[in-house]
């Protein structure tokens, strides 16, 4: 298997996560406030988070995503991650993704890391489109992909079955020529 791809950016090093990264992505993964907009229940135990890594060990080697652990560079530590799922590679096509630890919020560390993200999607993964699905109440979010550059394309009604109930979610997207001409032009040189 080919080895896991490393990215460094200013401030951050994303990198593959593992079983002994589990205690420290409790620390978030637990957290409702962190795990609502993904769709998920708070994870209770550092076996959950292990089921989570195995998970983005499994979309790595099936090469239907990549997800990276968002580290600050003077502490090693994994505060979130970072990457794809749902790739298609025969449509060049793949969905981003990306959670923090509340500690880190309103820091400009998702919006470094999604732009390292994207641009490693662009030119090692030679995808042609990525995609967001951000639930309506997730202003955040919403302001975080907008500023990168993404497009709002609709509302996907009822689209996850996700903690008893119904979501809808938008659809945002970021496609290779926006990168020339919409506004994420001044954040990704290809």
Avoid at 15 to 32: G, H, I
Avoid at 37 to 46: K, N, W
Avoid at 145 to 157: A, C, I
């Amino acid at each position: 298997m080919k080895e896991f791809p490393i990215i460094e950016t200013k401030r951050l090093c994303l990198r593959e996560v593992d079983f002994e990264d589990a205690k420290d992505m409790l620390t978030y993964l637990s957290d409702q406030d962190v795990v609502k907009p993904m769709g998920l229940e708070p994870f209770e135990t550092t076996s959950d988070v292990c089921k989570e890594i195995r998970w983005y060990k499994s979309i790595y080697e099936k090469g239907t995503g990549i997800r990276w652990g968002i580290t600050l560079k003077d502490s090693g530590i994994v505060i979130g991650s970072c990457g794809f799922l749902n790739r298609l590679a025969k449509h060049y096509r793949a969905e981003v993704g990306y959670e923090l630890s509340k500690d880190h919020w309103r820091k400009g560390i998702v919006s470094e890391a999604l732009e390292a993200v994207v641009k490693y999607g662009y030119n090692h993964l030679q995808l042609e489109r990525i995609e967001a699905l951000i639930e309506p109440s997730n202003i955040p979010s919403i302001k975080l992909v907008e500023k990168q550059g993404f497009s709002r394309e609709g509302l996907l009604r009822h689209y996850e079955f996700t903690c008893g109930k119904f979501e809808d979610l938008y659809m945002y997207s970021m496609i290779k020529e926006d990168l020339k001409t919409g506004l994420g032009k001044d954040k990704y040189e290809l």
